[in-house]
Structure formats: C-alpha cells, structure tokens
C-alpha cells in the first residue's frame, strides 16, 4: 500500500535555511557562490586549507571546539598545535580523505585526549565516531533551489504516494562507478535485478522521484557518504546502505538506514518486510537531525551523544 506522511504523523516544515552543509570549497570554480554554513562561526578553531587560509581562525588557546578540513595539510596544523587541545571536541569533515587514511598523519594523543567526529569513517575505531555529513549546496543548485524547496513541501503536504525504490547515482562524478567497488557492485547487482533498475535523472527529476520513492539506493561515495542519504531523509526516504561503519553510527544514532552486507542480499521480499516497518519512523525527529542546530547541539561540550 503506497505511504504518505499523513499515514503517520503530521510533518514540522523545515527550515531550509538551517540545513547542515560542511563541504565549503571556495577555491574551486564549479562551487562559485556556495557559501560557508554557519555553524562555522560557532567553532574556536576552524582550519580549513588548503581551500581556504581565509577561513582558518583561532579564537583562544584553550578551544572547546575545532573544526578541521581532512586534508593533509589541515592534519599537518592540527597536529602541531596538538600539545594546547585538550577536552574538545574536533569535526574532521569536508573532503573525502577517508579515516583509514587520517590515522596514519595524525598524533594518537589528539585521540586519546579528545572527541572526534570523522565524516568519512570507512573503519572501525572505537573512539571515534561518524556524523550526518549533511548536504552539498552545489548539488542543491544544480537542481534549483526553489524547485526543490517545492517538493519538499509538497511531500510535508503529504501529496505524494511513496512506493517503490530508486536507483539513480554518479549523474555528477560518473567515473566513480569504475573507481569505486560498492558502486561498481551495486551497478552489477541491478544489471541481473528483476525488481530494481537504474535511472539516469535530470536533477530536477531526481528530487521529484526520491520525493516519491519508499528506498534509495546509496552506494559509498569517494568520502563513505554522500549528500543522497541527507537528501533522502528530507523527503522521507530511506537509503540502502552496505554495512561500513560510518553507517552503523548513524544508524546508532537515530538516522534510519537499511543496511545490508552486499548488494546480492536485497531481494523483493526483504524490501517488502521493511515497508511494513516504516511506520515507526519518526521523520520529524530524523529531519531535525539534519539540520545545523542539531549538529551543535552535537558537538557542544555538555553533549554525551
């Protein structure tokens, strides 16, 4: 039976304008006019090269917070200035430099004498959790802001019928089907598929479509993440996943996903035993979670999340 949000509970707007958004890039043209999410005021540090020296700042010497760029560079700063961080809490996001990589350039003291959150955890560690990454403005205008806000409140509305499962990645960075294994798995997986195919979509098109789908497939970007899971749950629809464990930490930390330990394993019956688990999402509670306001409530010193 298709689902809409009026099945559930009545659904809050959103604010759009408080969306999560740490893939700042000003030193690359095709970002021209993305601008730094505000949350980045709110850090004591904030170092963020080599794409922006702008943006690297130190309020005090003794930081509650910092925000760093996982970029080599960046790494190379945080470490030097290890011996004055104590008791913060450090977010390494905005690049695609994976944890497995940053363990290898960073003093193991910063990880003992801290809480990190890693966007990009593609390994476990116990010490170190993942966060939302939240959303990429350049995608977001790339289908029009306007006409997206449109959908969005649309699906709020509860017009749309949500049934079935999208498949439609790589319309912006296609060569990551062939760098990438999980999306070069999940693109032979659908290739043999009887109740899945993928679609090439117009950005546009996408939106409407994930705004009327029940699962989106989410293949692993370049970075574990990638703006579709945050995309998906604004219109109520529930990434796929291959077990990795930034997946398991958001899924542990209330963002809902299916996840599975290869692509081979989903079939139309499991789809059909998780639709009938849908109604106990609480998507109020999950949308919240993407916004910038969350996110610091996150990382605030009181915080035990």
């Not at 601008?35 to 794409?51: C, R, T, Y």
């Not at 700063?77 to 011996?83: H, V």
Request: charged residues 20%.
């Amino acid at each position: 039976m298709p689902v809409t949000p009026s099945t559930q509970c009545p659904l809050e707007p959103i604010d759009l304008h408080d969306l999560l958004d740490l893939r700042y890039k000003p030193n690359r043209e095709q970002y021209e006019g993305c601008a730094k999410n505000p949350v980045f005021k709110n850090f004591d540090w904030v170092i963020w090269l080599p794409d922006s020296a702008r943006s690297c700042r130190i309020k005090t010497l003794n930081p509650d917070t910092i925000l760093c760029l996982a970029h080599k560079k960046s790494f190379k700063i945080l470490n030097a200035l290890g011996p004055l961080i104590k008791n913060a809490t450090i977010v390494i996001a905005g690049a695609d430099t994976n944890l497995s990589v940053f363990l290898s350039r960073i003093n193991p003291d910063l990880i003992r004498n801290n809480r990190i959150f890693y966007e990009a955890k593609d390994i476990p560690h116990p010490e170190i959790k993942s966060f939302c990454m939240g959303y990429n403005q350049f995608y977001l205008q790339k289908a029009g802001i306007s006409r997206i806000e449109k959908t969005i409140r649309r699906y709020e509305q509860g017009k749309y019928q949500k049934s079935g499962t999208l498949a439609a990645w790589g319309e912006h960075w296609p060569a990551l089907d062939n760098k990438l294994s999980d999306r070069q798995n999940a693109g032979a997986f659908l290739e043999n598929s009887s109740f899945i195919s993928r679609q090439h979509l117009t950005p546009t098109d996408y939106w409407e479509k994930l705004a009327q789908s029940l699962f989106l497939l989410a293949p692993a970007g370049q970075g574990v993440q990638a703006p579709k899971l945050a995309e998906a749950w604004l219109v109520g629809t529930v990434p796929i996943v291959t077990s990795t464990p930034c997946f398991e930490d958001l899924r542990d930390r209330g963002y809902p996903l299916m996840i599975i330990n290869q692509w081979d394993e989903l079939t139309a019956a499991q789809l059909k035993k998780w639709e009938s688990e849908l109604h106990t999402i609480d998507w109020n509670s999950v949308r919240a979670q993407l916004t910038s306001t969350y996110f610091l409530s996150l990382i605030s010193r009181n915080s035990s999340r």
